[in-house]
């Protein structure tokens, strides 16, 4: 079988595709998988090299139409280069015109919108929201009429999409976890009178209000010193984060870390005592699924601060395993101070999060798809829909 995986939002995206290629090309698939690089061009990687580049394309134009004239050059070769590559599965993370792929392509491959992001979008005034609703309405049109099928990573993403009927025209098939972060060795029990310490990762964006955070930080240092707050990202905040750090006067409780390679992950994270897997209600997408590192989290077996909604509720036994909280400073202060101040609700805790270590791996998500896809391949040969 011929499989491309193909996501254009991101020079930089989550591991998902390169790691559920890697399992599939295991069992003697074709894979490529389709990233810009830093200039905009798609690469093609089938696992041992770039095997195509499709250019970004370049304009004399003023920005503005250059930008929109780019975007509709580069959407036409991508198609052109599907087209001449005849592939039997075409799973697309899809944005903008991509949403589109599947029009007058040849019909002898399966084209799978992959949801990942349900995009909700959340308009202000009369004109914002009509806006918002039509666009969110569109997803309906690409899942049911454009694409051949779509994969969600929730249940809830789906009914939010699609409404209870998903099932229809849609597959959930949960994100994976790689199997290092099953394998790795707890750290041992945190010496006492070591202070008590936190960890966040992701990227330093102002969008996802890590502010909330630091004033957390902040009402816990005005009733104890016995803790640490590390922030680990890419820091796109262009200094924000720093500044507000300096002006709270966490300088010795807080600190931002570069990111580091993915394989480090796992020990860099078992060297602390609870994570926390906070995620801001907008943009809303991540309500309707749970994010990869709350996922890893639970593999390794730490307890976690999370974010009060559905899918967590699904992984985080609150005041067991973790405790759930209101997006608040003062809700996530109070579950701070709770593993800071009660050594043996942090030790209770501890416990929980390994007995409930678990996780599913990339060879059972990539079973799953490659399931899908000989369903769909199939379905297609005896001319069902």
């Known amino acids: 079988m011929h499989i491309l995986l193909a996501q254009f939002y991101s020079s930089q995206p989550t591991p998902d595709y390169d790691k559920i290629a890697s399992e599939l090309r295991g069992r003697g698939h074709t894979v490529w998988v389709g990233t810009p690089n830093a200039a905009g061009d798609v690469e093609w990687r089938d696992g041992a090299g770039v095997v195509a580049t499709v250019a970004a394309g ?11 004239l780019a975007k509709i050059g580069r959407f036409r070769r991508v198609r052109r280069f599907i087209a001449q590559a005849a592939p039997d599965i075409v799973q697309v993370n899809a944005f903008d ?35 918002a609703a039509l666009q969110n309405k569109a997803r309906v049109l690409y899942s049911r009429l454009v694409f051949d099928h779509t994969t969600f990573l929730h249940p809830a993403g789906a009914q939010q999409v699609l409404g209870k009927d998903w099932p229809r025209w849609a597959t959930v098939v949960p994100m994976g976890v790689d199997p290092q972060f099953l394998a790795a060795r707890r750290a041992p029990a945190r010496p006492a009178g070591d202070p008590v310490s936190f960890i966040y990762i992701g990227r330093l964006t102002r969008r ?17 010193d016995g803790f640490r707050l590390v922030f680990m990202g890419y820091d796109a905040s262009e200094g924000a984060y720093a500044e507000t750090i300096s002006r709270l006067g966490l300088e010795a409780r807080v600190t931002i870390r570069p990111p580091i390679p993915y394989e480090e992950v796992p020990q860099a994270v078992l060297a602390h005592d609870i994570a926390l897997a906070y995620v801001p209600e907008l943009p809303a997408d991540w309500m ?48 701070m101070l709770r593993y800071v101040c009660e050594p043996d609700f942090l030790a209770h805790s501890r416990a929980a999060a390994e007995a409930r270590r ?28």
């Open 208 to 224: 996802r209000r890590l502010e909330r955070l630091l004033e957390a930080a902040a009402l816990v240092a005005r009733q104890t």
């Open 288 to 335: 309707y699924h749970p994010t990869l590192k709350v996922l890893e989290y639970r593999a390794l077996g730490l307890p976690i601060i999370a974010t009060d909604f559905q899918p967590n509720r699904e992984l985080i036994a609150d005041g067991e395993n973790g405790l759930l909280i209101a997006n608040t400073p003062e809700s996530i202060a109070a579950a």
């Open 58 to 68: 370049q304009s004399a134009l003023p920005r503005l139409l250059a930008r929109r």
């Open 358 to 385: 678990e996780g599913l791996t990339w060879d059972a998500v990539a079973t799953r798809y490659l399931a899908l896809y000989e369903r769909l391949l199939s379905n297609a040969s005896d001319g069902q829909a």
């Open 97 to 131: 015109l991509f949403r589109f792929l599947p029009v007058l392509m040849p019909r002898r491959a399966r084209y799978i919108l992959d949801v990942r992001q349900i995009n909700e979008q959340h308009g202000t005034g009369l004109f914002g929201r009509a806006r």
